[in-house]
């Protein structure tokens, strides 16, 4: 059980264009969606929390209208990186947390953004 | 800026001995302290938390003790096995749950040799 998924698992995109990217709560309903980024061999930073049907918390030095988060539904959450640069070439992944569960938290597998 | 400092970067230690983590934090508000394993190669998962109101907390082999005068918490895993060979990050955060100004340690590779 508790099972994240992220779609797509790799994308190369140009720079300018945007680019989606899914998360999924699998066999869980998730109230609480957390979306981070990953540089190679490096620590994770949180970019935003997003609660259903809310708008996204962003963390400070974030850019909301760069980085639209959308949590429409308790299985769904997207990223959307607008107008990519390949300065935003990087391993994006989601956690999501249960209905209910105050501290847990389950990550997805990643989703690796190349901007050329 | 707030920041999350992480000691050692590098941890290597004998099948069985205790290996321990610390890391301490500069926002005196943060309430919120989890830790993350993450394997070579595999998503991150969250392996023990506790909030500010709590000293310990145990876990089976791990367990989590934070000090909030001194402003530091520590990662202790008993009788470590190869398994527990990971990147373990710590975090602080300023919501008691898990989102709004989460700052990361920048990890401890733990290396337990057989």
């Known amino acids: 059980g508790a099972v994240v998924s992220q779609h797509p698992s790799r994308v190369i995109c140009k720079s300018g264009t945007s680019v989606k990217i899914e998360c999924r709560s699998l066999?869980?309903?998730?109230?609480?969606m957390f979306w981070y980024r990953q540089f190679p061999k490096q620590s994770l930073m949180l970019m935003a929390t997003?609660?259903?049907?809310?708008?996204?918390?962003?963390e400070q030095g974030v850019e909301k209208d760069k980085f639209l988060i959308n949590h429409a539904s308790l299985t769904l959450s997207t990223l959307t990186v607008t107008s990519a640069h390949p300065e935003d070439s990087s391993f994006y992944i989601c956690?999501?947390?249960?209905?209910?569960?105050?501290?847990?938290?389950?990550f997805g597998p990643g989703t690796r953004l190349t901007v050329t | 800026g707030e920041n999350v400092e992480q000691h050692p970067s590098t941890l290597s230690v004998q099948e069985g001995d205790s290996a321990v983590i610390k890391c301490t934090y500069s926002d005196s508000a943060s309430n919120y302290f989890p830790w993350y394993k993450q394997e070579l190669g595999k998503r991150p998962q969250l392996i023990i938390d506790i909030r500010s109101n709590v000293g310990e907390k145990k876990d089976q082999r791990i367990a989590v003790t934070l000090n909030k005068t001194a402003k530091h918490f520590s990662l202790h895993i008993t009788e470590t096995q190869p398994e527990d060979s990971a990147v373990y990050f710590c975090?602080?955060?300023?919501?008691?749950?898990?989102?709004?100004?989460?700052?990361f340690g920048a990890g401890t590779r733990l290396f337990v040799k057989a």
């Open positions: 975090a602080a955060s300023l919501s008691n749950t898990g989102g709004f100004k989460t700052i």
């Open positions: 997003s609660n259903e049907g809310s708008k996204a918390t962003y």
């Open positions: 066999d869980f309903q998730a109230t609480t």
């Open positions: 956690s999501a947390r249960p209905a209910g569960g105050r501290y847990e938290q389950y």
